[in-house]
T-cell receptor, first 116, second 116 residues
Framework: EPEVTQTPSHQVTQMGQEVILRCVPI?????FYWYRQILGQKVEFLVS????????KSEIFDDQFSVERPDGSNFTLKIRSTKLEDSAMYFCASRNRGGTGDNEQFFGPGTRLTVL | AQTVTQSQPEMSVQEAETVTLSCTYDTSENNYYLFWYKQPPSRQMILVIRQEAYKQQNATENRFSVNFQKAAKSFSLKISDSQLGDTAMYFCAFMKPYSGNTPLVFGKGTRLSVIA
């Protein structure tokens, strides 16, 4: 069964460093998302992406964040200069073409980011 | 803005018993989608069940069913014949009417423990 994959599973970085989190969505999906979950808290939406551009973003997704789909398969989230409060689990999700019966977002296993 | 509230941070149930997890939400939309996601210790988010607001019939998926009360903006999850593998965090989620890239809005989650 197709699944969303994410690498790495765990990333440790120093404050101020740049990190890139990678996701491979399900191959025929068109809509892509990043969410984050700070330990013990709820899952929060960061950004959605469609047709090679950002569709919607939350207040969390400031200028330190960027997303890219560089090669038609990978979907990356870059944090330019990490802060301690960026430590969280980051989930990638993808969704098919959409429609009233096709609204499930499939999630990857997540990348745990630890900023020291 | 939409909000999702899960008022039970933790619950436990004996194996083979039935448990109900509560969820309420706030929205001014008339048509929308509601979901329950399961997050086991592996951290992977898995869709359990979904409900379209325009459908009056409550959704069921094997041992999982919902009680959708649109007027009360309530969306509870009932797990029958609980199994040890049901131990997980359960998140209720809301999605606005389809626009292709609509993000999910999650509640804070309920940690369910199934006890042998």
């Amino acid at each position: 069964e197709p699944e969303v994959t994410q690498t790495p599973s765990h990333q440790v970085t120093q404050m101020g460093q740049e990190v890139i989190l990678r996701c491979v969505p399900i191959s025929n999906h068109l809509y892509f998302y990043w969410y984050r979950q700070i330990l013990g808290q709820k899952v929060e939406f960061l950004v959605s992406f469609y047709n090679n551009e950002i569709s919607e973003k939350s207040e969390i997704f400031d200028d330190q964040f960027s997303v890219e789909r560089p090669d038609g398969s990978n979907f990356t989230l870059k944090i330019r200069s990490t802060k301690l409060e960026d430590s969280a689990m980051y989930f990638c999700a993808s969704r098919n073409r959409g429609g009233t019966g096709d609204n499930e977002q499939f999630f990857g296993p997540g990348t745990r980011l630890t900023v020291l | 803005a939409q909000t999702v509230t899960q008022s039970q941070p933790e619950m436990s149930v004996q194996e083979a018993e039935t448990v109900t997890l509560s969820c309420t939400y706030d929205t001014s939309e008339n048509n929308y989608y509601l979901f329950w996601y399961k997050q086991p210790p592996s951290r992977q988010m898995i869709l359990v069940i979904r409900q379209e607001a325009y459908k009056q019939q409550n959704a069921t998926e094997n041992r999982f069913s919902v009680n959708f009360q649109k007027a009360a903006k309530s969306f509870s999850l009932k797990i029958s014949d609980s199994q040890l593998g049901d131990t997980a965090m359960y998140f209720c989620a809301f999605m606005k009417p389809y626009s292709g890239n609509t993000p999910l809005v999650f509640g804070k989650g309920t940690r369910l423990s199934v006890i042998a």
